[in-house]
């Protein structure tokens, strides 16, 4: 916390300091051009754009949840801080900030349990219309799958280690992860995954391409990952290269 409300003066100075540089350019109408010849002038641009780009993201992201702040006052609070005369004293700056952050706290745990819950119910549509269309077949579990290209070779088990390529999307097409991007199959022991991999790698044989579209509980549940938020289905094309003995193999887990 004391580092946040830190790093949230420092970047409110520099908002004020820019904002007092461009009303004096204003006043003159010249605009006086910024140098970043030397090492130290880079220097100070840097620490500069550094908290300013903070600064910007976390207002934004405030803002997201619904929290604005006026610009002008932090502009006023850093001047009235620099000439000495701060309406507010460091305990008080310590007791609102901490409000603040607690209220961001409740805002984005209010968002992400809405958020969740519109992911469960768009996955529920999704997975119910997926299930129609030709091709695409539906296990006992849950999960949909379709046969991209048959293999021919063996069928990997639970307990088999598996070589594969994939891409993993969410419903709106984003990618999340993809060994294809990274130019580097993945290979894993089969039971050490989610569900919905488990499940769906053992119906294919070595050689096929398929399409897997598992429900959020097939796949990560309520855990919100970043890429991957709660509640999530999941979309994979995966190509399962090889079953591989336990020697030959080498730990990934980028698709756990």
Not at 215 to 225: A, D, K, Q, T, V
Not at 240 to 256: A, F, P, R, T, V
């Amino acid at each position: 916390m004391k580092q946040t409300i830190k790093l949230s003066l420092v970047a409110a100075a520099v908002l004020a300091l820019t904002a007092c540089n461009q009303k004096a350019e204003e006043k003159t109408a010249k605009v006086e051009e910024v140098k970043l010849e030397t090492e130290v002038q880079q220097q100070a641009y840097g620490i500069g754009a550094s908290v300013g780009n903070f600064l910007q993201k976390d207002m934004a992201d405030k803002k997201e949840l619904g929290i604005e702040l006026d610009q002008a006052l932090i502009m006023r609070g850093f001047k009235d801080a620099l000439d000495g005369n701060a309406k507010l004293d460091e305990a008080k700056i310590r007791e609102v900030l901490t409000a603040l952050d607690s209220s961001v706290r409740e805002k984005q745990t209010a968002k992400a349990q809405a958020d969740a819950e519109k992911n469960k119910v768009e996955g529920a549509e999704y997975l119910a219309e997926n299930a129609k269309k030709d091709g695409v077949n539906v296990t006992e579990s849950g999960l949909q799958y379709e046969v991209l290209s048959e293999g021919e070779g063996k069928k990997p088990v639970a307990t088999d280690i598996v070589k594969v390529h994939y891409k993993g999307t969410l419903l709106d097409g984003s990618e999340f992860d993809s060994s294809y991007a990274r130019n580097q199959p993945a290979t894993f022991p089969l039971n050490q995954v989610i569900a919905g991999w488990t499940e769906g790698l053992q119906l294919m044989a070595v050689g096929s391409k398929y399409k897997f579209t598992i429900p959020s509980e097939l796949g990560y549940g309520e855990r919100n990952l970043g890429k991957i938020p709660a509640n999530s289905t999941l979309v994979f094309e995966v190509e399962l290269l090889e079953i591989q003995e336990e020697k030959e193999h080498g730990h990934d887990h980028d698709s756990e």
